[in-house]
């Protein structure tokens, strides 16, 4: 399996994701060598291998021999991840990609500590470029039965590992240029995007609505493209047995009894934090206790706080920045509201997080997630009235944000990551057939 | 023999247009009256004008031998008199036959008996004085919006001096007898019960055009002989459903239209069988003996109670905040404010609210001009704060010229004093 980001090297869904997926894959029995394009510690689990490429250049400098895995840096997976016994026979998949120390808690033999958290640095193009040449020896080296690649940065390591195989190649997209610019992405990712679903065997989108993309955009035919939704874990402690008595406890500011507004989420144009901020004007000049929260970083940051300031609600609005996984869970169990706003949205993995904390959430209608979920409430991006509406609406009466509290978790319920591995499945079996 | 009772429902509740939170205070006008008119124009031409004619030639054909009943509620006749005038002439041809019954319901579909058995009684008043206007006639047979119906209801019904009511066949209820018999009311022995056959309503009502289902499609003559195997429990057979099944529901390619007139032509054919209105099946048939409905039943969903229009929160509180207002809204007596306030009773607007089933999706959400719930709970609720901020000003208005009149009044009773 080829990715690029995995946890803790994550800057969004897609790191969440591939660990959600490798995870689920692990546990139905599939083998799983997971290529990140950076090293992240050495340890070693049953059915899992990490190869970060960083290291194999080590190797390949070193001229030692590409099959000494001793030398490979590897992970152990927490002992309740052994993999369960599978009803279909299990298949050894390459995926290349970055990997979760927390969440994996590796703890042997760690060689060298991260020093920095970028996935994506400025020399990307190049980054990648490389990753994707070391694939070749890679594929050369392992055994394996296919090749499964996460996004367009590993989309030609995945071609690469095709041709030297001759295996068969899925794509999974988890996002598109059209998602991230519309309308002004850059070329060379989209050509990288355009060829990789060309090439691949088949092609996975995390949705309908990217299927659409891809259909629409990439001229990809639908019937190569397998729709499988991303997945969550439920925590224990996310589900209390009563949602409406829980007492919320307050990181933020004393004044507990203003409702909040949450925007989760980076700071770009993509996820339409502008739109947000100009919905809590209208709110603000109805309601103006109401407090709204953004959470994250992004390139439309200073705007936004510039903007706030501008329309007079800079000490309304709160800038949090970037949130250890420990503050997110801290600041969905303080607010009273989610807002997804993206203006396109792939899947949308925060509005089952939040959801999994019981909270109303309000999400565009541009966006995967939309698909599989139906107690939320549902807007156009750019409808800041009617965004706006439904937020007075939320924080105002009680019998609709009791009902969706309610309601949330059996929406989710279905929405797991072993379901998502089921599918897949179902499809790795399908292209070994080919 | 069979006495068919066919009864077709007619209704169309008054849609509330989108009606922002941010407009609270500011718009008093709260229905869509462009989708109102779009949809009965629609239906019109898809149901009501083709089956009014279809029944309109039966009952011509068979020299009056074909029968039914029809219920028209104030919504209704409202929307064709601003919308379609017309089409209450279809209604008016096929009452003046003599075949077909007209019954009495509430003005406005509603379910206000559950915060206010006054205003209940009020609405039914209104609906009487409205089809006597429009259609002079005086219905003597009751029912009651979606069929809810409890043995207390029953008691009010027939101290309105009705002769009976139509209502649901529950099984539980039921302990195993037949709906096919005539039933009375457990202590008001001359108030009498028509139960819905809901199996065969349910054949032409809902599983006409499923394909999965393993006995379709269906034909004329298959189903006169589950009629006629039915009837050999009971000799009276109610098919009660919306009259928009016919053309609406079921569309006419479904063959709907070619069905009901084939049986209703098979049906008489032979002499042996029997239509009937409910006012006849009353004079005609003799009560099989008592059925008690002690709690609050209806022909909905499979439960057959009142959960699909109160049971979560968000109907509960529409419920409780239209209760709240009754008294002011009456106080008042401002026109246009208790018109409105009336038309929010109807009960369409809580049944939008229902999140019964909504996970897997379902008949609710066929019916509603909301995509979800919850938004059909905030536009209501929208609508309803505007309208308590219309009675808090008018009562104040009305205080303040209250006080007024009084100290002119007292002026002038000093003044004769003197």
New interface residues.
């Given amino acids: 399996m080829f990715g690029w980001e995995f946890p803790p090297y994550s800057s969004g869904g897609l790191g969440m994701a591939c660990f959600g997926i490798v995870r689920s894959l692990l546990r139905s029995g599939h083998q799983v060598s997971l290529v990140l394009p950076r090293s992240i510690g050495k340890s070693s689990t049953p059915g899992f291998s990490v190869i970060g490429t960083d290291v194999w250049e080590n190797h390949l400098a070193k001229e030692e021999q590409l099959a000494n895995s001793a030398n490979l840096q590897t992970f152990y997976l927490d002992a309740d991840l052994q993999p369960y016994s599978s009803v279909t026979s299990p298949l050894t998949v390459s995926v290349l990609g970055q990997t979760t120390l927390n969440a994996l808690h590796a703890e042997q033999d760690q060689l060298e500590a991260p020093t920095s958290n970028t996935v994506y640095g400025p020399d990307l193009f190049y980054q990648v470029e490389k990753y994707a040449r070391l694939a070749a020896s890679i594929a050369a080296t392992l055994e394996f039965d296919l090749i499964h690649c996460h996004d367009w940065m590993t989309f030609s390591a995945g071609i690469v590992a095709k041709q030297v195989s001759g295996k068969p190649l899925l794509c999974h997209v988890h996002a598109t240029e059209f998602d991230r610019a519309p309308g002004h992405g850059s070329e060379h990712v989209s050509r990288l995007e355009r060829n990789g679903c060309e090439v691949a065997d088949r092609v996975i989108a995390v949705s309908n609505y990217t299927k659409e993309i891809l259909a629409k955009h990439y001229g990809i035919i639908k019937d190569k493209i397998d729709v499988v939704h991303n997945g969550i874990e439920m925590q224990a402690g996310n589900s209390p047995a009563n949602p409406l008595e829980v007492t919320h406890e307050d990181p933020l500011t004393p004044e507990r009894q203003n409702p909040r507004v949450l925007f989760l989420g980076r700071i770009t144009y993509q996820k339409g934090p502008n739109y947000f901020l100009e919905a809590a004007h209208?709110v603000l000049q109805?309601r103006p206790e109401i407090r709204f929260i953004i959470a994250g970083a992004g390139d439309m940051l200073e705007y936004l706080r510039g903007r706030s300031h501008e329309l007079g609600m800079a000490n309304r609005v709160k800038f949090m920045g970037l949130l250890s996984e420990e503050k997110v869970q801290e600041v969905y169990r303080s607010v009273d509201c989610f807002v997804l706003s993206s203006v396109s949205e792939p899947f949308g993995l925060t509005v089952l997080e939040a959801l999994s904390h019981r909270l109303p959430v309000i999400i565009s209608k541009q966006s995967g997630v939309s698909e599989v979920l139906?107690?939320?409430?549902?807007y156009d991006y750019w409808d800041v009235?009617?965004l706006?509406?439904?937020i007075?609406?939320v924080v105002?009466?009680?019998?609709?944000s009791?009902?969706?509290k309610e309601?949330a978790v059996?929406?989710i319920s279905p929405i797991t990551w072993d379901q998502a591995a089921s599918k897949i499945t179902d499809i790795y079996h399908r292209v070994c057939q080919y | 023999m069979v006495n068919l009772c066919p009864y077709f429902q007619v209704h169309q509740p008054d849609r509330l247009r989108d009606y922002k939170i941010l407009e609270v205070g500011r718009s008093p006008f709260y229905l869509d009256e462009v989708a109102n008119a779009k949809i009965l124009q629609r239906i019109a031409s898809l149901c009501y004008r083709p089956m009014t004619a279809l029944l309109k030639k039966l009952i011509d054909q068979t020299g009056g031998r074909f029968k039914c009943a029809f219920s028209l509620t104030g919504n209704f006749i409202e929307q064709c008199e601003r919308f379609d005038p017309t089409l209450l002439d279809s209604f008016r041809e096929l009452f003046q036959t003599g075949s077909v019954e007209l019954l009495a319901e509430t003005y406005h579909h509603s379910l206000a008996f559950l915060f206010s058995k006054g205003e209940w009684l009020e609405q039914i008043e209104l609906h009487k004085i409205k089809v006597q206007q429009t259609f002079g006639i005086t219905p003597t047979v009751f029912r009651n919006t979606e069929l809810v119906y409890a043995d207390w209801l029953g008691t009010e019904i027939n101290a309105l001096g009705y002769k009976g009511t139509l209502c649901e066949g529950v099984d539980r209820l039921l302990e195993g007898r037949s709906p096919n018999n005539l039933y009375q009311h457990p202590q008001e022995q001359n108030f009498k019960l028509l139960l819905r056959n809901y199996n065969l309503t349910d054949d032409i009502a809902f599983r006409f055009t499923d394909q999965s289902w393993t006995e379709w499609p269906l034909s004329a003559q298959k189903y006169q002989t589950w009629i006629e195997k039915s009837a050999e429990s009971g000799s009276l057979i109610n098919l009660f459903m919306d009259f928009e099944t016919f053309g609406e529901h079921q569309k006419e390619e479904s063959g709907i239209f070619t069905f009901f007139e084939e049986l209703v032509q098979n049906l008489l054919a032979e002499g042996k069988h029997h239509f009937v209105t409910p006012s006849e099946a009353i004079e005609k048939l003799v009560s099989v003996g008592p059925y008690s409905s002690p709690e609050l039943t209806s022909w909905a969903d499979t439960e057959r109670d009142i959960s699909a229009w109160k049971m979560n929160r968000m109907q509960e509180d529409a419920f409780a905040r239209l209760q709240k207002l009754e008294l002011s809204v009456k106080e008042i007596g401002h026109p246009d404010i208790l018109a409105v306030w009336r038309k929010l009773t109807s009960s369409d607007h809580f049944y939008y609210m229902s999140t019964k089933y909504y996970t897997d999706g379902d008949v609710h959400q066929y019916f509603s001009p909301y995509e979800t719930p919850y938004d059909a709970y905030i536009n209501f609720v929208n609508v309803v704060t505007d309208l308590e901020r219309r009675v808090e000003e008018a009562s104040e208005l009305k205080d303040r010229a209250d006080r007024q009149s009084l100290r002119e009044g007292k002026m002038l009773g000093e003044q004769s004093a003197i």
């Fill in positions: 209208k109805i139906k107690h939320v409430l549902r009235e009617r706006a509406s439904l007075l609406s105002s009466y009680k019998p609709l009791d009902e969706l309601h059996e929406d």
